[in-house]
């Protein structure tokens, strides 16, 4: 089992940065892929960024650019920088971690741009 606890959310102006941190505890977290997905009012849950157990990244064409997911297996932890921040960025961020069946999320943090 992996718990997973996200920090760095909060209220920023456009085009400022944040960085998301996810903490892992509970299992081997270098063998499971992780990724950042955004919860918007009234939207879907959508992926942001994913990253391999191996260090592959993926993006959501509407961050690509802006921002950067990464990894240190040593201290357990997903970041996600986030640069040139908009208002449509404005979401409940959730971290997750997968491997095979297991499917596991952290309880969100919100980041909100507004001037």
Known sequence: QVQL????????????????SCAAS?????????????QAPGKQRELVAGITSGGSTNYAD????????SRRNAKNTVYLQMNS?????TAVYYCNARRGSQDH??????VT???
């Open 5 to 20: 606890v996200e920090s760095g959310g909060g209220l920023v102006q456009p085009g400022r940065s944040l960085r998301l």
């Open 26 to 38: 509970g299992s081997i977290f270098s063998i499971y892929a992780a990724g950042w997905y955004r």
């Open 62 to 69: 509407s961050v690509k650019g802006r921002f950067t997911i």
């Open 85 to 89: 921040l908009k208002p449509e960025d």
């Open 105 to 110: 999320w952290g309880q969100g943090t919100q």
């Open 113 to 115: 741009v507004s001037s």
